[in-house]
Structures are given as structure tokens and as C-alpha cells.
């Protein structure tokens, strides 16, 4: 009975002291900010789609190819982001980045694209690639529909789909609290939750490609799209006053604002490549092309120029 008799008292103290601990406590606000953000995944650019005169124009396509990085990351802040939020001279301000968002990507990517004809001019495609990271792999790919034709001498097309990419990520949960109590006092507290994990996020693009298709061993294309890219893909989730059996003044008529600024932080990127087709075999084609990326504003003020060397060999059967 001792044993049953202490496991009761001992809940019940620790509840009346929250309860009588919080009677002088008329408001409580809490802001959440983001915090420092450190994400490892690659640029997931939209595949590339041409159409060839050949043998079997409107056949299965199988595409290995390889997309090269010249840059090593993206080092950018977050819209609301903690540091934002503190004054100059503000003794936290040492301890968060001003870019609290750093995005470090692999050196290159390696992945199988496939085509299959719907029609003569309608195409489902899909595809996956793999990269590498500090030890670290992540997995993604794209599936979506492409409309075009093959004429004289040039054919084009629009692709559009879905983007899919795994992120590993640390990011930090900020939570400014505000106590307000009966005499008119304040006291604040900060507290920092961090999430170290990795999530898989799903984004869209759309592209539009033209390339010649001349009777000859080289031809050219060019391609222009958009895409977005979530790097988190969801609020950070460590924080305990996401439960409200953890925050006992919700139940005690003490006034509770909540203010989450936290956000999925995204980047978009619009994307022009050029390059040039080589016919090697009847139902072979080499294409080497430079893929160019400017960041556009998203959750985050990146706008940097990219470039990026890719090689792709589209078999036909």
C-alpha cells in the first residue's frame, strides 16, 4: 500500500505545484522562431526530355546520367528567422548565424530516367537518382507527363510532375516565452529545441524543350523550366508546447497567445540548359549540356547563380 500511496502523492504534488505556481500568471505569449538550419541534400533538377529521329522514335527510353556540381552550398537566411528578431548588442546574438540557413550539396548525381510512350505525343515519365554527402545518401527522383511532336527538323515538348528528394537536416525550434503577471511584471525565457533527422519532400516543375532533329550525327537543344525545392518540408517538431498536456496554463484561465514563425522554408530556381546531341548508334544519342540556375525568392533570400555539367545517354528501344 506504501508503494501504491507514493506513486499516487508523488503526480499529485507535482501538479499542484504547477497549478499553485502559476496563480500570479495573467498572460503568457510565446513566439517560435526558426533557429540555425543545416540541411545535406542535392539540387533536384527537373529531367531532361528531347524527342529523336530514329528507328523507333516513340519508343521506350532509358536515360543513365550524371549531373555535376560546381557549387559546394547555399548559404542564405529564412524569413522570421531568430536572429531577426534580436536587437543589436543583444547578448544571444553571438550564439545564431545572420544566414541561419546553410545547404551543403553533393559534388554529383547519378540517376536513370525512363520513358514510356502513352501516345505519339503524350509520355509518362519517372526516374530516380542517388548522391553521396559526408557519409551520407539521399535518394530522389521525379515522375510526371510530357506532351510534344517530332517534325521536319525540330521537335518540342512540355514536361510537367513531381519532384522527389530525401533531406537529412538539423534544425533548431526557438521559443521566446512572456510571462505577464498580477503586479504588471515580465520575465522572458528563451528555450532551444533541436530536431536532427530526415524527411522526403515532394515539389513541382514544368519545362519547356526544344531540339533540332536534323539527318545528321549532331543536332542541339535547349531547355527552360522552373522548379521549388522544401528543404524541410514541415515545421521542426521538437517543441513541447506542441502538447497541451505539457503546458499546464492552458487549463487555468491564464491568457495563452501563441505566435509560430516557423516556416517549411523553401527555394525555387528557374533553370535554362542548352547543350548538344550526338547520335552514336541508330538508337543512341549522347547528350552534354550545361544546366544554369538562378535561386529565386522563396522562404529564404537566396539568389545565387549556378552552374551545372550534365551528361545523359538516351537509348531508344
Known sequence: MKKVASFLILPILIFAGLLFSGCDTVKVE??????????????????LRTIHR??????????????????????????????????PGD?????????????????MVAGLDI??????????????HFSNINNQSAVGGAFGLG???????????????????KHLYTAQTVVKRVETYNDGSKKEFISIYQDNATT???????????????????????????????????????YAGDNPFLVPFHSFGVEYIKTDKRSDVSVGFYMLSPGVIYKFAEN???LVGIKFLKAVSGDTKADEWMLMPAIQIDFTF
Open 284 to 286: 543512341a544519342n549522347a
Open 115 to 128: 520513358e514510356f510512350p502513352v501516345s505519339k505525343n503524350l509520355f509518362f515519365t519517372g526516374g530516380f
Open 54 to 87: 530514329s528507328a523507333e522514335p516513340y519508343g521506350i527510353k532509358i536515360s543513365p546520367k550524371f549531373v555535376i556540381n560546381n557549387n559546394k552550398n547555399i548559404s542564405t537566411s529564412t524569413s522570421s528567422s531568430f536572429y531577426k528578431s534580436l536587437k
Open 30 to 47: 510565446e513566439t517560435i522562431y526558426l533557429g540555425d538550419v543545416d540541411v545535406q541534400a542535392p539540387i533536384n533538377t527537373p529531367p
Open 200 to 238: 522526403t519532400n515532394f515539389n513541382p516543375y514544368v519545362t519547356l524543350t526544344y531540339n533540332s532533329a536534323y539527318e545528321s550525327p549532331v543536332n542541339f537543344y535547349i531547355s527552360g523550366g522552373y522548379f521549388a525545392q522544401s528543404l524541410l518540408g514541415f515545421v521542426p517538431s521538437n
Open 147 to 165: 506532351i510534344g511532336g517530332l517534325s521536319t527538323v525540330s521537335a518540342f515538348r512540355i514536361d510537367a510532375g513531381v519532384l522527389v528528394q
Open 91 to 107: 547578448s544571444l546574438r553571438p550564439f545564431f548565424r545572420e544566414n541561419n540557413l546553410d545547404w551543403s550539396f553533393p559534388d
